[in-house]
């Protein structure tokens, strides 16, 4: 079982504490880590667009003309695609995206995330930001001085005053463990836990 060190708000060193080899240490997989980010991604859509069909427009179904004798083109709908206000002639309509991976995957997956951030160097621990109030300034320095400004800060329950210091802060997201997911760890260069959610990501993950 290796450890990493665990830092203040200012970059110091204040302990360390155990990761478990088996997470942090693990075989990063590549082809698990596309699939659950593709899941994460499906399942966000909205899927929401909707246009009318010519039988959903509100026109009457009644010939528009008679069929020969005026000189103009035979015309059967004022609903027609072709017509002004008339139906869409491939009409959207609302999609479910959503599909379910296999737990087991999704967990392997978000093992991998993690572990590839602690072979590249970017799994940072601390031991407290230090702050009493929510301030967006104080927490902006504390990053900077951890070198980590594009960031998911990672807690063990929801802190109110961690959360709205780093809400205003550009590339810089708040997650509980229970909200740990790949596509966040991915997406931010640097993940910043504190001291008790490491204990609650090898208990989750173990």
Same mark, same amino acid.
């Given at each position: 079982? $290796?450890?990493?060190? +665990?830092?203040?708000?200012?970059?110091?060193?204040?302990?360390?504490?155990?990761? /478990?080899?088996?997470?942090?240490? $693990?075989?990063?997989?590549?082809?698990?880590? =596309?699939? +659950? +980010?593709?899941?994460?991604?499906?399942?966000?859509?909205?899927?929401?667009?909707?246009?009318?069909?010519?039988?959903?427009?509100?026109?009457?179904?009644?010939?528009?003309?008679?069929?020969?004798?005026?000189?103009?083109? @035979?015309?059967?709908?004022?609903?027609?695609?072709? @017509?002004?206000?008339?139906?869409?002639?491939?009409? %959207? $309509?609302?999609?479910? =995206?959503?599909?379910?991976?296999?737990?087991?995957?999704?967990?392997?997956?978000? *093992?991998?995330? %993690? #572990?590839?951030?602690? @072979?590249?160097? !970017?799994?940072?621990?601390?031991?407290?930001?230090?702050?009493?109030?929510?301030?967006? !300034?104080?927490? /902006?320095? $504390?990053?900077?001085?951890?070198? #980590?400004?594009?960031?998911?800060? *990672?807690?063990?329950?929801?802190?109110?005053?961690?959360?709205?210091?780093?809400?205003?802060?550009?590339?810089?997201?708040?997650?509980?463990? #229970?909200?740990?997911?790949?596509?966040?760890?991915?997406?931010?260069?640097?993940?910043?836990?504190?001291?008790?959610?490491?204990? %609650?990501?090898?208990?989750?993950?173990?």
């Amino acid at each position: 079982m $290796a450890n990493i060190d +665990v830092v203040n708000a200012s970059n110091e060193k204040v302990g360390s504490v155990d990761l /478990a080899d088996e997470i942090f240490e $693990a075989e990063v997989k590549p082809h698990l880590l =596309w699939e +659950v +980010v593709r899941n994460q991604m499906a399942n966000r859509r909205a899927g929401t667009k909707k246009t009318k069909s010519r039988a959903e427009v509100a026109y009457t179904g009644s010939k528009m003309y008679r069929q020969k004798g005026t000189g103009r083109a @035979r015309a059967g709908s004022r609903r027609s695609g072709v @017509r002004v206000g008339g139906g869409h002639i491939f009409a %959207l $309509a609302p999609q479910d =995206w959503s599909y379910k991976v296999p737990k087991k995957v999704r967990k392997q997956a978000l *093992v991998s995330a %993690l #572990a590839d951030r602690k @072979r590249e160097g !970017k799994l940072l621990v601390v031991d407290d930001f230090g702050l009493t109030e929510i301030k967006t !300034k104080a927490m /902006a320095e $504390a990053l900077a001085k951890l070198g #980590a400004t594009k960031a998911l800060i *990672v807690v063990g329950e929801r802190n109110e005053i961690i959360e709205k210091s780093a809400r205003n802060i550009p590339y810089v997201k708040v997650l509980p463990v #229970a909200g740990l997911n790949v596509y966040d760890v991915l997406k931010h260069e640097h993940l910043i836990c504190t001291k008790d959610a490491v204990g %609650l990501i090898q208990e989750r993950l173990g």
